[in-house]
């Protein structure tokens, strides 16, 4: 059993936890993920690793709650036990010095930036930050990402802080500005992530994003997580997490991602109607 040592809220239905997993801890790196099993009847739900400390044994992720799954791990506080916890999964960041790195986070996103901007200053790199939500009850872990980067961008939706508008309109004015970019890093919603790609690839500008369609066992057997790269049939689990942005066929997997969208609408239903009997 794998113990919840904290629980924080960071927004409405994000949730912070900190769990004692020891060998996860020690060989965990940047980019990587696990899949998370709440009880012996509960899927695998993969996410992406946002710290961990390897001399306490302690690995740290950010949830929203959306799905049956999620809500059920929402519910669990401090000192409860999840069932099982397998990884560090997928393949690492390719972090190294490549000068001007820009780590762009949407939403959740954001938690998964963390360690990508904290592994790319440690390599010498500028890093900058461009940080967005819908508005500004809902920004994650600014402090963190001022703590780590030479600079910090923010958008809201609504203008609540920061620029009104998307991450992209920062990047595009940066881009337009002149700002020199080497490389730059999107983790986020898919929409999202695939406006970067599109503005980026006009430019020139490498980027990488991080991959988080529907994963069921996260180690390649399933199939489930398939996704078309420059042609190519790859598996997020294994082939990435992490991918060349100009490479990936955007159109396929928002279509993919939209496939159970009323099985797991019916799912949520169920589950909130037999809770709310029991309580």
């Known amino acids: 059993?794998?113990?919840?040592?904290?629980?924080?809220?960071?927004?409405e239905n994000v949730i912070l936890i900190k769990i004692y997993a020891p060998e996860i801890a020690k060989k965990a790196q940047t980019g990587q993920f696990v899949i998370v099993i709440i009880d012996e009847t509960g899927e695998r739900i993969p996410l992406t690793l946002a710290d961990w400390n390897p001399s306490e044994g302690i690995i740290t992720l950010v949830f929203q709650e959306v799905g049956v799954s999620t809500k059920k791990l929402g519910c669990l506080g401090s000192n409860e036990e999840l069932y099982d916890v397998l990884g560090p999964l997928g393949n690492p960041s390719d972090i190294r010095h490549y000068g001007t790195s820009i780590v762009v986070g949407g939403g959740v996103g954001t938690a998964c930036c963390l360690p990508v901007a904290k592994?790319?200053?440690?390599?010498?790199?500028?890093?900058?930050?461009?940080i967005g939500a819908r508005n500004k009850e809902y920004l994650i872990l600014e402090n963190e990402m001022r703590s780590i980067c030479d600079e910090v961008y923010i958008s809201t939706d609504d203008g609540s802080k920061g620029v009104k508008g998307f991450v992209s309109d920062i990047l595009k004015t940066l881009i337009e500005e002149g700002h020199p970019i080497d490389i730059v890093y999107a983790i986020g919603p898919v929409l999202m992530m695939r406006a970067i790609a599109n503005l980026t690839q006009g430019y020139g500008i490498k980027t990488v994003v991080s991959l988080n369609p529907i994963m069921v066992d996260g180690m390649g057997m399933c199939g489930a997580c398939r996704v078309s790269i420059g042609g190519e049939v790859k598996f997020a689990c294994v082939d990435g997490p992490e991918f060349d942005a100009h490479q990936v066929d955007f159109d396929e997997l928002i279509k993919r991602q939209r496939m159970f969208l009323d099985e797991e609408k019916l799912a949520l239903e169920h589950w909130q109607k037999h809770r709310s009997k029991r309580v």
């Open 1 to 11: 059993m794998y113990k919840i040592i904290t629980k924080r809220k960071l927004a």
């Open 119 to 130: 592994s790319l200053k440690k390599a010498g790199n500028k890093v900058v930050s461009i």
